[in-house]
């Protein structure tokens, strides 16, 4: 089973690709995680990716595009993966289909930027195995650690409130056009991301018919 997960910042896509992934026995692929990873190591690429994501811009497609090659190429993708945040560009939604990569499912998860300003502002990551909690809707079980790494949760950068304002702009003007792209190929398939982390859960299962 191959699916992308679309969706503004915010709007829960990893949250959603780990719990199916889960249950499919396939990975979770974040462009996002690879890229903070790589900053967090000091390599080259994390270097370069540096101002565009701390500015709340798009790292460019050829960056983007090598990091997906890459990783789809390892041999835990054979059987199926869930994308996280790519493609984000119609350029890299064409990479995908030049690499001959048939995707089952497209889900666009819907929510208001209203509530995604208030999400991002709870929003708590654990810098080490990168999962994701929130102050209200889904904090850990101390509200301070992981529950997993048991290191303290910390704010990422890019959710502060200027940023989350041009990731938003970035996410109408780039990345939702997409949702007309894999629309008209059929695959294009809407969950409410508005409830809690269950009932949008519930919902994508649903669409996904999985
Ligand atoms: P995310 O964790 O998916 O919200 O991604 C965090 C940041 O990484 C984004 O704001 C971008 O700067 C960068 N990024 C992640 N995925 C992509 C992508 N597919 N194309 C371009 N930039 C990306």
Not at 15 to 21: D, G, L, M, P, V
Not at 157 to 180: C, F, G, M, N
Request: with cysteine.
């Amino acid at each position: 089973m191959k699916i992308i997960f679309l969706g503004a910042p915010g709007a829960g896509k990893g949250t959603q690709a780990e719990i199916i992934a889960g249950r499919l026995g396939i990975p979770t692929i974040s462009t996002g995680a690879i890229i903070r990873e790589a900053l967090k190591n000091g390599t080259e690429m994390g270097i370069k990716a540096k101002k565009f994501i701390e500015a709340g811009e798009l790292v460019p497609d050829d960056v983007v595009i090598g990091i997906i090659k890459e990783r789809l190429a390892k041999s835990d993708c054979q059987n199926g993966f869930i994308l996280d945040g790519f493609p984000r560009t119609v350029p890299q939604a064409e990479a995908l289909d030049s690499m001959g990569i048939e995707l089952d499912r497209v889900v666009s998860i819907e929510v208001p930027d209203e509530v995604i300003v208030e999400r991002m502002s709870g929003r708590r990551v654990c810098a080490k195995c990168g999962a994701t909690y929130h102050t209200v809707y889904n904090p850990s079980s101390d509200g301070v650690n992981c529950d997993k790494c048991k290191v303290e949760l910390t704010i990422r950068k890019d959710d502060a409130p200027e940023v989350v304002k041009s990731r938003l702009e970035v996410y109408h003007s780039t990345t939702e056009p997409l949702k007309e792209f894999y629309s008209k190929k059929g695959s294009l398939k809407l969950v409410d991301g508005v409830g809690s982390v269950d009932e949008i859960s519930y919902r994508t299962i649903k669409v996904l018919e999985v």
